[in-house]
């Protein structure tokens, strides 16, 4: 017996965990559950995380969460649960199998299998956003080395795995040249060590169109949070239903299984929310315990049940349906199919060794980093940056003012009457030459801009990384 930690959760979560725990205990899935209470009332209770120290404990304890939807409450200051999970519990994975059940779930693309692969824990889902002036807000969006490699080395050891052909990457990096091309540069390098899978990249707005388009050309797919989070919502739906797909979040030593959607209140306590996203959640976690005939047994009893017609309200179309059934009938037909397989839809084989290696990161060391200058953010609320170039000129030292943008786009020297701006200006002061700037020209910059009142809101300061230049160049520059 294996414990794995359950939570019911919210809206349909407790009807979709009874349907789904009454087919695993059917299959004689070989596990025990540590039930705990997590979501919406514990956010009422006026726990702002929405779970408490014990569910913590019980999860770390027990490394596999099987995790019904939750309702975060809006307003009020309540932090997402899922994301604050996936985060500190470290399940930097979050893969999503979408894929379409031809012909008996009606779908626009019968030939779909697409394996999304999002990084869980990254990019603008770093949550650390700030005001700065008036008029502007900002969200840091964070990608790493060690966060990309981890990802898109378990993108290319899954494929391996369930013998996939193909891995591509969607990136938006003709925009986003250092954080996005981080991550395709990262791409690259891994793909050459996995000669025998195919490799290649997207820019992410024509992928997410093709995708929805012809979803067949694609195979697993691995990108950066908050794609992954948008377009594999957007792929389960085309296979043929939200309520059709499960995903594991997957970490070095623990990982949560859910249905990719979420708590529907609009349909809850109404016994028609399809539980079949939960329960090949469940399936996803039965094949990561190594409980492979437990999982081939429920998939093919549920693939049966489905080729016979007996559909949820959510994918049933007359013609294609033989019976609509509300939750709990649902769940007993899949029982009253356990030991049948499917006769047109796959059978389920699950490998018996079923575990992903992921060679453990490696920090490079003697990369040589060297100061540039500083680009200093400054809040003024005039229009012309002339004037604004004229005052900040006084600043120069042996780091001088070389440009000004607003909101990226050069606005001095040369800028264009007709761009718009706003009181949020970047100023970026570099050493003219080949020589390395000094910290202490920053603080010296820093300290007269507070004589002259001038608001400077932040800084970052401008590195080259073994000779490359690590940031942008203002548009236009
Ligand atoms: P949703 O996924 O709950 O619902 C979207 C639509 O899909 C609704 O019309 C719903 O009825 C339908 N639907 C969803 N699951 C279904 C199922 N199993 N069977 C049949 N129909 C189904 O998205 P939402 O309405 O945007 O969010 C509702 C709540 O869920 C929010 O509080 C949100 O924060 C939460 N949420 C939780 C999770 C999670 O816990 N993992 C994920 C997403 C959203």
Known sequence: MQKVTVAYGDGIGPEIMQATLDILEAAEARLEYDIIEVGEKVYLDGNT????????????????????????????????????????????????????????????????????????EEDLYAGIEHQQTDEVVQCLKLITRPGSEKIIRYAFEY??????????????DNIMKHTDGLFHRVFKEVAAEYPDIQAENWIVDIGAARLSDTPEIFDVIVMPNLYGDIISDITAQISGSIGLAGTANAGENL?????????????????????????RAAVLMLNHLGQQDVAERIINAWSTAIEKGLHTADIYRT???????GTKAFAQAVIAHLGEKPKQLQIADFDKEIKLQIKPYQRKEGIKKTLKGVDVFVDWKGKD?????????????????????????????????ETFCTDHWRCRFELEGNVPAQKSSIHKLM???????????????????????????GQGQ
């Open 159 to 172: 494929a391996r795995l369930y013998k996939r052909k193909k891995v591509s990457c969607f990136t938006k």
């Open 385 to 417: 940056a002339n004037a604004l170039a004229s005052n900040l000129q006084k600043l120069n030292s042996d780091i001088k003012l070389s440009m000004i943008t607003n909101r990226g786009v050069k606005v001095w020297p040369e800028g264009f009457e």
């Open 319 to 325: 013609g294609l349906s033989s019976q609509k059934l």
């Open 255 to 279: 990982s949560m299984f859910e249905a990719i959607h979420g708590s529907a209140p609009d349909i809850a306590g109404k016994d028609v929310a399809n539980p079949s996203g939960l329960l």
């Open 49 to 120: 995380s929405g779970i408490t120290p014990d569910a913590w404990s019980k999860i770390r304890k027990n490394k596999v969460f099987l995790k019904a939807p939750i309702t975060t409450p809006q307003g009020g200051g309540y932090k997402s649960l899922n994301v604050t999970m996936r985060k500190s519990l470290g399940l930097y994975a979050n893969v999503r199998p979408c894929k379409s059940f031809h012909p008996f779930v009606a779908t626009k693309h019968p030939e779909m299998d697409v394996v999304i692969i999002r990084e869980n």
């Open 447 to 473: 300290a007269k801009a507070l004589d002259l009142k001038i608001d400077i809101i932040k800084t970052e300061n401008l590195y080259e990384f073994d000779g490359v230049r690590g940031y942008s160049l």
